[in-house]
């Protein structure tokens, strides 16, 4: 069955400081894994895209890495500001998972204080 | 990218009653989704609005309770039928755009919270 599970569930740090969120996949076979961040009352918005050939991909302060051969994907946000407080989610393509393949992780919830 | 607004936002209802929420894109889409998105779980696909025919719905989820239209490329409506204290959520409108289905990129709209009294 095609799982997504991330890492923490939840995660509270102060401004200006880095994080780190975690998404493990089974999802067979792998076409490519994304990152959305969904503000509080809005919609998941996407971040980044990874291939299967990507290893990090940039996109401002945040970097997403991806490991295929152990099916393991990172975010890590630098410098994190209070607009970063938001949930983010994991979204693995894949073959068998709903709309067209696609498994969602439940997320991290990410809070920035001041 | 894609801009998707759904309408209502929010509502209260009561017990046994309907409502339909509506999302309208900005722009033509091929695919239209709708989601539920309830607290602490993973947005759950609860069917795929096709344009001019009946709905797609995944397992657990029928058209009896979630009848769905889509009668253009822009616009759909989800409708939650006879609600119960159970259907209290956040249901989420989604589109992919043309030449897009290799990227999976879905575009979603705000958001409808459903609170079920």
């Known amino acids: 069955k095609n799982q997504v599970e991330q890492s923490p569930q939840s995660l509270i740090i102060l401004e200006g400081k880095n994080c780190t969120l975690q998404c493990n996949y089974t999802v067979s076979p792998f076409s490519n894994l994304r990152w959305y961040k969904q503000d509080t009352g809005r919609g998941p918005v996407s971040l980044t895209i990874m291939t299967f050939s990507e290893n990090t991909k940039s996109n401002g302060r945040y970097t997403a890495t991806l490991d295929a051969d152990t099916k393991q994907s990172s975010l890590h946000i630098t410098a994190s500001q209070l607009s970063d407080s938001a949930s983010y989610i994991c979204v693995v393509r894949g073959e068998g998972g709903g709309a067209d393949g696609l498994t969602f992780g439940k997320g991290t919830h990410l809070i920035i204080q001041p | 990218s894609a801009v998707i607004s759904q309408k209502p936002s929010r509502d209260i209802c009561q017990r046994g009653t309907s409502l339909t929420i509506q999302c309208q894109v900005d722009?033509?889409?091929?695919?239209m989704f709708w989601y539920r998105q309830q607290p602490g779980q993973s947005l759950t696909l609860i069917a795929t609005a096709n344009q001019g025919s009946e709905a797609t719905y995944e397992s657990g989820f029928v058209i009896d309770k979630f009848p769905i239209s889509r009668p253009n490329l822009t616009f759909s409506t989800l409708t939650v039928s006879n609600m119960s204290p159970e259907d209290s959520s956040i249901y989420l409108c989604?589109?992919?755009?043309?030449?897009?289905?290799?990227?999976?990129?879905?575009?979603f709209g705000e958001g409808s919270r459903l609170t079920v009294l």
């Open positions: 989604s589109a992919r755009k043309p030449g897009t289905t290799n990227t999976g990129e879905l575009f």
């Open positions: 722009s033509q889409v091929t695919m």
